[in-house]
Nanobody, 124 residues
């Protein structure tokens, strides 16, 4: 079993910054992908920023709405990803969820895990 623990949400004024962190712990052999989704009231959950390990190496993906404002980073030794959010807008208000695809062993058995979510509120 794997746990994802998020931290760093809160209330900020428009134009401000927040930093989210997500730490994975438990039965981890390696992490295939890890990053952040968000869900605003009445909306579907959407990808915000993600690391993905493919055949050509590690790649990052950002939602168009956050490109140039958000930066995802990772600490492999700590199994942690961070999301630096700058120039926040009221439309960034949502519950932010950490997600990860975890490889449990050399046999490549894997599962997807989700964190509990952390609220980000941007006031105008």
């Amino acid at each position: 079993q794997v746990q994802l623990v998020e931290s760093g949400g809160g209330l900020v004024q428009a134009g401000g910054s927040l930093r989210l962190s997500c730490a994975a712990s438990g039965s981890i052999f390696s992490i295939n992908a890890m990053g952040w989704y968000r869900q605003a009231p009445g909306n579907q959950r959407e990808l915000v920023a993600f690391f993905d390990t493919g055949v050509s190496g590690v790649s990052t993906k950002y939602a168009d709405s956050v490109k140039g404002r958000f930066t995802i980073s990772r600490d492999n030794a700590q199994n942690t990803v961070n999301l630096q959010m700058n120039s926040l807008k009221p439309e960034d208000t949502a519950v932010y969820y950490c997600a990860a695809e975890i490889i449990h062993s050399v046999y490549r058995d894997a599962n997807v895990y989700w964190g509990q979510g952390t609220q980000v509120t941007v006031s105008s």
